[in-house]
């Protein structure tokens, strides 16, 4: 009888059942690194890959500091996911901000409040107007539901130059 090193269960069997244990141990293996997968992307789930989380939430500020947006970076198709405008100007005044760039082609606002005092559309985007409190701000916060699928390019601005760029990406 010769003298295996290996322990009796990992050595390949013929009988009762033909095994072929190199084999095996690779089923075993795979199916463990499945589980890892699995388990890495319900943390990165979690923690917003796919939506709203510290992986997917940023916020942007323009140089002057007078416009600010905090959005989800990461979006699914068909959820709706939030979009915070700052602005910052003269005390009670009007305010507009310009919104430009691919994002009305990959979303769909679904609600904005306040209601802004008008607006209209720009070449590529939205223009809107709205009344700023007696420190001289105002915040937009709007609805955005993803109906397109990968990555798009948007900026946010203001006629005095304050300007803010940033890429949202849709997954499907």
Do not use: C
């Not at 700052?86 to 901000?97: M, R, S, T």
Request: no cysteine.
């Amino acid at each position: 009888m010769s003298h295996h090193t290996e322990p009796e269960e990992l050595r390949s069997r013929e009988f009762p059942v033909r095994e072929d244990m190199a084999y095996q141990l690779k089923v075993w293996r795979f199916e463990r690194v499945g589980w890892y997968v699995l388990v890495l992307l319900v943390i990165l789930t979690l923690l917003g890959l796919f939506s709203r989380g510290p992986l997917s939430t940023r916020e942007v500020h323009s140089g002057d500091g007078r416009l600010g947006v905090e959005y989800e970076m990461f979006h699914r198709n068909g959820s709706t996911n939030p979009m915070v405008i700052h602005l910052k100007g003269q005390p009670n005044a009007v305010l507009e901000v310009e919104l430009v760039g691919q994002w009305l082609e990959g979303f769909e606002v679904q609600t904005l409040q306040p209601q802004p005092v008008r607006s209209a559309s720009a070449e590529r985007g939205l223009k809107l107007w709205v009344q700023a409190d007696a420190k001289g701000e105002a915040s937009l916060y709007l609805s955005l539901l993803g109906d397109g699928l990968g990555r798009y390019h948007s900026r946010i601005a203001t006629p005095g130059g304050a300007t803010v760029s940033f890429n949202q990406f849709i997954f499907p």
